[in-house]
């Protein structure tokens, strides 16, 4: 007798649980997507070294610290010296065997800033991956660079200005022509 009360509730939340229309409310779950949030998801071309295929846009150095303390500042840190995830400022390291440990931070680990611009625009936020709009992107990545010393901040970036931005240590990420490694005293993890 005891269980009966249970019984029934359990069978009561379960005959409501299958009257809640399908489809409906917030995941809309069995709802045919808009063209829109077709395009939203639809892998878009790879953008190249050289800087073709990045989209039309444009960013300052200004606009991208707003961007980056309203969407970032949660996982990488004030100013991106590290939080949850990974510091992505900091000094580049020097040309020399004596490197250890390596600090993995933008001017150190992407070779070219179209690959930095490429992989933002597809990954983050990490909670809304996708989401930010390629002015935002461009703008982000000015003001990365800027925090980074890599450029100077003086004009925006666009699909004209990103490509010309020469990466500090594009020499160390590249194969070493002898041996055909990459640098060998720098131990990744």
């Known amino acids: 007798m005891k269980r009966l009360p249970l ?4 069978l009561g939340l379960l005959a409501w649980v299958l009257a809640q229309p399908v489809g409906q409310g917030r995941y809309r779950i ?4 808009t063209p829109q949030e077709v395009e939203r998801w639809n892998i878009r071309p790879s953008i190249l070294p050289d ?19 309203a969407q970032c500042l949660g996982c990488h840190g004030a100013n991106g010296q590290g939080g949850v995830f990974n510091r ?8 020399t065997k004596d490197v250890d440990p390596v600090d993995f931070v933008i001017g150190n680990y992407w ?22 709009t390629d002015d935002e992107v461009y703008a982000l990545v000015a003001y990365l660079l800027y925090q980074n010393g890599i450029i ?35 131990k990744l993890p």
Do not use: C, H
């Open 7 to 10: 019984l029934l509730l359990a």
């Open 30 to 33: 069995g709802t045919p997507l």
């Open 51 to 69: 800087g073709r295929g990045l989209p039309p846009g444009e960013g300052t150095v200004d606009e991208g610290e707003k961007v980056y303390n």
């Open 88 to 95: 992505l400022v900091g000094e580049p390291f020097p040309v």
């Open 111 to 132: 070779q070219y800033p179209t690959t930095l611009f490429d992989y933002i625009r597809r990954a983050m936020p990490f909670q809304a991956p996708g989401t930010l």
């Open 152 to 186: 100077d901040g003086s004009e925006p970036m666009n699909a004209q200005t990103l490509p010309k931005v020469q990466m500090p240590a594009r020499a160390l990420l590249e194969l070493d022509p002898t041996t055909q490694k990459r640098f060998p005293w720098i």
